[in-house]
């Protein structure tokens, strides 16, 4: 499978990564899935495997692994805005009364 992000992507997101490059990180043991980063946390959703390879931050940014965006880089949506409205502030901005007189035929001004 190609690797889905270009080696400048996988520079930035090294260069943003500010761990202890001596510090352990985990990683799947095979590399043949793609773009499969390493992570801070061994329990992280996206590492999906049981027996992840320990290795350190510095040997992952020499070979250009990415980091994972969600417990390396704290960016809970791939790295895009996580500021989504929540159920509540959206059923504030409904206008019942306008789509009651929408849904009964009532004129609306």
């Known amino acids: 499978m190609p690797n889905s992000i270009t080696r400048d992507e996988r520079r930035r997101r090294i260069g943003k ?3 202890d490059l001596d510090d352990t ?16 946390d061994a329990d ?3 590492l999906q495997v049981d027996d992840p390879e ?3 931050r ?10 994972c965006t969600k417990c ?12 989504r ?6 059923l504030d901005e409904v206008d019942y009364e306008f ?6 035929g009532e004129e609306v001004v």
């Open 54 to 56: 320990d290795m350190t």
């Open 58 to 67: 510095r040997e992952c940014h020499r070979r250009l692994y990415p980091p």
């Open 17 to 19: 990564d500010d761990g």
């Open 44 to 46: 992280c959703a996206d």
């Open 85 to 90: 409205p929540s159920l509540r502030n959206t």
């Open 72 to 83: 390396v880089l704290e960016e809970p949506h791939g790295g895009k805005s996580n500021q």
């Open 99 to 104: 789509e009651w007189d929408c849904e009964h």
């Open 25 to 40: 990180v985990y990683r799947v043991r095979t590399g043949g899935r793609g773009d499969i980063c390493y992570h801070d």
